[in-house]
């Protein structure tokens, strides 16, 4: 078979990663893996030693096509292998705990996708797994990778230097539209019991985790509704790819939600609203957000990731106004391996950049952020949510107790 | 003295207007008065009659500056005199009421600005002084200007032809940053005893008024946060005016909210989120609003005043997007009157806009709207936002009792 | 019949003015005559004392409906009436010339609306005889409006303060599209002995006098593209107004340029580019330009005309990036006056502005800008662009021989 | 060594690539070889085979960072192996003719950067030796790779399909401001024996390409200005990367234009405005590009570039408007293979694209475009602009004469 990939450059330590699921996420992981040593310097060079799946001659294409040296079938044969160091969980959120826990228990640095989980029983148990791992000298991160959006770690940057002042209003929404045509069909995206929740989990996680990011503190308490707006829709004909799929006659109930809608605090006094839903007709990936501080504003679009804008409240207010700070600069985050200002990067760079940074955590010896603690944070955001909204929206504040190790 | 504009054009019946108060909104008021009848056929000639304000030389001054033929210094000689068929109320909140009632009971038409009052009763009793009044003829009218934004009333136009189909969210945001500075002071705008309540009555009012007239149907409930972030402020030195004002040493308390994030629900369905703010660094005048339905969208942002932006659902997805409509075709609501396509209209068209309509209202005998029981439905939820950011942010239906006249 | 805006306010001195032509550019006038007094404070007090049309009836239609105390239907009776001080000229190029020398040499002042002239030579003319009437005290100015949009006076402002650097490029549009469809009638602007010339006297007159006005010098010389797309129209059935027309069955020849593609120098090195014209379809009235200097860079669409774009190039380029400056500041020019800020102006409040600059040059016996000799100036670009689309775009100086008096 | 991405896929025949140049362009060259098998389904498989330079440390140390599976120092050595199937082009203009005539010759296809040469006569040599070529089964590309921008490629079949009707206006401008600051040093960008021309031929060309490609037309006739703003640089210290670089105190002459202005016109009677400059302060890579035509319009600015706007003017005036396609639509060009829906690319997939495209090519035996002749079409139009610019300007006819092979 072709050899890609998973031999290491001479003098550079390998790393050998091995990957459970090979959809969506995992052709965006694949990306990641195969560019970052292409672009950056790396200090351990990651080899892509196998990947995962059931079916077997499915999962041999993917190897073949994603660039992975070999195949399995069983992820605890994956976890078993001693050519791999690290195990990278590109599964739907049911299995995270299990697969992501006994790797971790076997030794593995973790790579696992977000949400963490489904419950915050399961994240807790993770955390734990994490931090008994941590003792061991291994990593365990949790792949928010919109953290990684060039524009995203330069906002983080401002907000920690100031620019922004004290905060006053944090806003974030991510809105998509795939869900508007009531004839797609049900996929494991819109079951509670693979997913755990609909737009709320997959959408509202990542915008929890962003305001955390940004902001610098866990989201205090929320109040909120959630609603699902078509109840009945196709059974899956077949095997669904990514947000695209069809259906057959028959059908069967949604059990998340389509949209959830909620309001917040943060512990400094800034007030947060959130939106997450599928049903945002001609929105197709808008991850939205603005803070406004005393000293500063920013504002930034998904759908158009290479910009950050910025508003600096210190200047005179006759030549004032937001600036689209185009982030392509080789002073921006990422940016000094890339290419020439102006020259836009797009949404699979996240997975190069998190690639590197995890690589970098594991060679210091460091914990990498996100933290599979920073996922549990927004699993109990995401409960309090929950809670919320089956308690008439009353305010819920997020539960805080330290996790037991 | 100078006369201006109070002489009614020949065979045109006349219509006296007596105008209470001159600040921001008694010169925008003025500015429509002076202007609807040069650019609009109208039904009825607007006379600008009488200026009213407690000091007499300062009332004065205005008169002459703002193009009124007299001046008085008491309301209630105003509503009493026999040249004035129409009082138009542009005083802060706390006197809507008896300034309001009194003028209906003396036979007037009423203009009234918004909030329609500071409280749910104020507004029930000018409610049924509106309907007793209009058995004999008389017409009464809230002054949410926003709605005659030609790009809102187009909004409204392609809601009601049904471009969006079943609405999904209603997503309204006011966002202006006059606060943000510590050091601006007490004006009436910050005491609960004037205005009855802060970024909510004042801007909240605004986009609840456009949430009920754009998606047709009133707000059902609601879920809310509300804050004050700076509490005390200098007490004011002197007259302030419109939005700018300077104080003093001495401080008091900020007796109203600088900030409200709400959630709702509409009745068929759509969820809804609202923010009113004075709080947000760089945005100046961001009224900005989004709607999702299940054929289509409509976005728009009050700094930019004569764009809608759509998006056409139905529509292939390779060359779907959402479209900047620049409303200044001579088939747009109001634009048949103005500029050729492209010269833009400002905000003080709407105070013309809202003049024309309320003319052809007198003229037909027509209910003009927003009607009182329009400017009540707004203060039940402004009402219910505060009962719900007192009770810990539950979820608060908005009393829908029909009023008794 | 209705006494409106034409006596004087109390200790102010009365200035009259008779207009020429009532049609859009009348009507746009009027406004701004009726409203300077009623937003600033003036030196003098305009009186609209007579508008004058060729049509007896049409015109005192206009007057009642546009705000003027009576009609005329000959210009030379009204530069001969004693209360009349200013003529103010909305008539088509053909007749400028003509109507400002005969005014200036009976002793009034005069704005003219642009394009100065239908020649060089009826420009020379006007100039020569706006400076025998400058020494005996009077003022005339060329209606170049849109230097009075507040985001264009803002950026002449930032240019004289250095904040560009030296000036690099030049680069101003004007499209509209009016002319897209090959039904729309011959109206008097497609005919060359009424208009002088096409898309380029008409919108290719204002981005050269922009151009020269923000760079602060004259254009060295043009090399230029013009065409004509649609060269046969149906002529027109009776009267047309603004911009919309309808046509019958007959056609004729249209004499005029669609559009003019140009490039240019500055004599301190800049390099310019314009283009004006009336077949881009979607742009109602896009007059944009950008200028790059070595410190900074500006750009500006009238399709949004209360922002203006700036990029700061000498700050870190890590933050900087074009911010959007809401020209709506109390500081900035001409808002003083006006609303609160984010309360957006619109294309008429140009005409205002123009009104409350002359009438303060007329008080303090200054010359206002822009004079005549500017629209001479503007004038000899025109005809240099018409003699290079002559010469085969050969790159042709501007004739910059002082004019003789 | 590393091996890598250097055999082929089981059951497909592999492709070896050799590359000459190693820069900014080798880096994406070799993104785009390196991913393209992993993204979408290819009838060959590339094989990065061997990499070219001069700096035998440099080039193996290129080889094991970018992917290559051997290095070589000589391109005749490159061009003489047997494993060797195309060559990639990726080094200065001055080369381009001997390396691809060589390459050719030998019975390689090719793919060689824009511009194609620095000479019209280079550039028509390399099209006969692509046409003799061409007859023995081999094809040659020219890589103008913006083609494959999926928004431009689309605007490309929108334009084709009738969608514009008759076009009327095509407006394209590259700005970058790289060269503003007049230390950055004198690299061989600068350097008219190696670069060709500046501004023109780097930003020029490709916009000329871009132009031809979505009209369907080759350029008629150009009218040019052309500039050195700063005509005396630092020479440069040791090497320089990319686009950054430094230098010291001696200094050197700038031998080509930092900017080129010109117009034109198309045979079938659009005109034409084309701007190419390093000097636009805040302007990265603003490739902009406006069409407009009698049934609708398009633009286009790459630094947006999953962004295609769109006018469609045979909709009704009062609901049309520019909209914003989001090019990421599953049944956009390319766009099958990537993400889903509002999943941005970036700069670097153009090249990717360029690699599929090339391969189906050379698998089915068709000429791939743009072809070498498209390359001296483009050299055509930017000698008749430096022509022009030498000529004062004079409209300056594109040569046509057919290529004699």
Redesign the interface.
């Known amino acids: 078979?072709?050899?890609?990939?998973h031999?290491?450059?001479?003098g550079k330590r390998p790393l050998g990663v091995g990957m459970v699921g090979y959809a969506?996420m995992g052709a965006?992981h694949?990306?990641g893996w195969?560019?970052v040593g292409?672009v950056f310097d790396l200090p351990l060079q990651p080899v892509l030693s196998a990947v995962c799946g059931r079916d077997g001659a499915a999962v041999r294409a993917a190897a073949?096509?994603?660039?992975w040296a070999s195949a399995e079938t069983d992820w605890r044969a994956l976890v078993a292998r001693d050519d791999i160091d690290l195990i990278d969980i590109c599964t739907p959120g049911d299995s995270h705990a299990e697969i992501a826990i006994a790797a971790l228990d076997a030794g593995k640095h973790v790579l696992c996708e977000k949400p963490l989980a489904n419950t915050v029983e399961e994240a807790e148990a993770m955390v734990e797994a994490a931090e008994r791992a941590r003792a061991r000298g291994q990593v365990a991160m949790v792949g928010f990778n919109y953290r990684r959006v060039p524009a995203l770690a330069?906002a983080r940057q401002?907000v920690a230097d100031g620019r922004l002042g004290t905060l006053?209003?944090v806003?974030l929404?991510y809105?998509?539209?795939?869900l508007?045509d009531p004839a797609f069909p049900l996929t494991w995206r819109l079951r509670k019991d693979r997913a755990g929740s609909g737009a709320l989990g997959d959408l509202g996680a990542h915008i929890v985790d962003l305001a955390q990011y940004l902001v610098g503190e866990p989201v205090a308490g929320v109040?909120?509704?959630t609603?699902t707006?078509v109840r009945e829709r196709p059974l899956l004909d077949g095997a669904s790819s990514?947000?695209?799929a069809e259906g057959g006659t028959a059908t069967g109930q949604v059990t998340v939600d389509d949209?959830a809608?909620?309001?917040?605090?943060f512990p400094s006094?800034a007030?947060?609203?959130f939106?997450a839903?599928r049903?945002?007709?001609?929105?197709?990936?808008?991850l939205r957000l603005?803070l406004?501080?005393?000293?500063?504003?920013l504002a930034f679009d998904?759908?158009?990731?290479?910009e950050l804008s910025?508003?600096d409240?210190t200047e005179?207010?006759?030549?004032?106004?937001?600036?689209?700070?185009?982030v392509?600069?080789?002073?921006?985050p990422y940016l000094e391996a890339w290419?020439?200002?102006?020259?836009?990067?797009?949404?699979?760079?996240t997975f190069v950049h998190q690639a590197r940074d995890l690589l970098h955590a594991i060679a210091t010896d460091a914990q990498p952020e996100p933290s599979f603690a920073a996922g549990l944070s927004v699993q109990r955001v995401l409960a309090a949510v929950e809670e919320s909204a089956e308690k008439?929206?009353?305010?819920t504040p997020v539960a805080s107790t330290p996790v037991t190790v």
């Open positions: 078979m072709r050899e890609t990939e031999e290491a450059e001479p969506f965006a694949s990306q195969r560019t292409r073949d096509r994603l660039g330069l401002m006053r209003h806003r929404s809105l998509q539209d795939w508007v109040s909120a509704l609603e707006f990514g947000l695209t949209a809608v909620f309001t917040g605090r006094g007030l947060a609203s939106e839903t049903f945002a007709a001609g929105r197709k990936n808008a603005e406004n501080g005393s000293d500063g504003s998904l759908e158009r990731l290479n910025f508003h409240h005179p207010a006759t030549s004032s106004g937001f600036r689209r700070i185009l392509t600069e080789p002073g921006h290419w020439p200002p102006g020259h836009g990067l797009g949404y699979e760079h008439n929206s009353v305010y």
